[in-house]
């Protein structure tokens, strides 16, 4: 089995070998670059701005998209060769559960 595990800065896998993480702040820095990139636009014609916002923001899809597919081949190559199913985690009603743990916390210091 190999377990995935997604988080805003990086996507951990475990397997019975061990644990690897890969690094996502790539993706932030892509996304800012090309905040900067749109920001710096200073030409005042609407049409060629539309043109120009529109391939920056296909451009920052693209490179996003390239590099999470890496991540994806890279543990469906693994999963493949150690002959192991994936399994995702659940979040469904997490909030909830986060909700409940911390009213326990609450009232127990309370106490």
Known sequence: M???????RNITISTWDGSIMYKT???YSIK???MHVRASFRRND????????????????????QFLHK?????VQRAVQSK???ILEDLKGIRN?????MAKETSTEEN
Do not use: A, H, M, Y
Not at 71 to 75: A, F, G, P, V
Not at 97 to 101: M, V
């Open 25 to 27: 702040g790539k993706l």
């Open 2 to 8: 190999i377990g995935i595990d997604r988080n805003l």
């Open 46 to 65: 609407r049409r060629v701005k539309n043109r120009f916002f529109t391939q920056r923001r296909n451009r920052q899809s693209r490179r996003i998209q």
């Open 84 to 86: 192991s199913i994936i």
């Open 32 to 34: 800012e670059n090309s």
């Open 97 to 101: 559960c986060i909700k409940k743990e």
């Open 71 to 75: 991540i994806s081949k890279d543990i």
